[in-house]
């Protein structure tokens, strides 16, 4: 059977960077076909929900990628290795496992997937999607998007 990260050669501490419409989820590949990425605080939660929506929290998820992907095209992209080394691969293991179960602090500006993840492989927290959403858009969003928790909506979202 085709299996896509296997030919792709994802490796541990790879960052995985998946395309959905409007935006990218970020999660890292641990071992055995398996990533660490944030998910919705709760299984509970559907897409458009209030409850979602004002949620500011994420858990730390390990999940089959195959799961995480609902379909989505992906790439491994370890984008800022030329900005900031990557931490040893056996300390960003370490770091990423000791997360799983956990639930933290989301928020889309300065607190996302791509935070995350970026945080666990450099040791620095870093967005360039919102780096790139705020440099379009100019002030026209002004600071009250700080906390805007909108990461479980957008994470529900099945297609791509």
Known sequence: SFCPHKEKRTRPGDLIEIFRI?????????EDDCVV?????????????????????AVVKYSRLEDVLHGCSWKVN???DGTYL???VDKIIQRTKNMVNKI?????????CEHFVNNLRYGVARSQQVW?????AGNLMG??????????????KRRC
């Open 78 to 80: 370890n984008k800022l």
């Open 22 to 30: 409007g935006y990218e989820h970020w999660a890292i590949y641990v």
């Open 132 to 136: 790139l959403l705020f440099s379009s």
């Open 104 to 112: 933290v602090q989301y928020s889309l500006i300065d607190g996302n």
């Open 143 to 156: 600071s009250g998007m700080r906390d805007l928790p909108i990461h479980e909506l957008l994470y529900m």
């Open 37 to 57: 990425h944030l998910a919705p605080p709760s299984d509970e939660f559907e897409v458009g929900s209030i409850t979602s929506i004002f949620s500011n929290h």
């Open 86 to 88: 990557p931490l040893p």
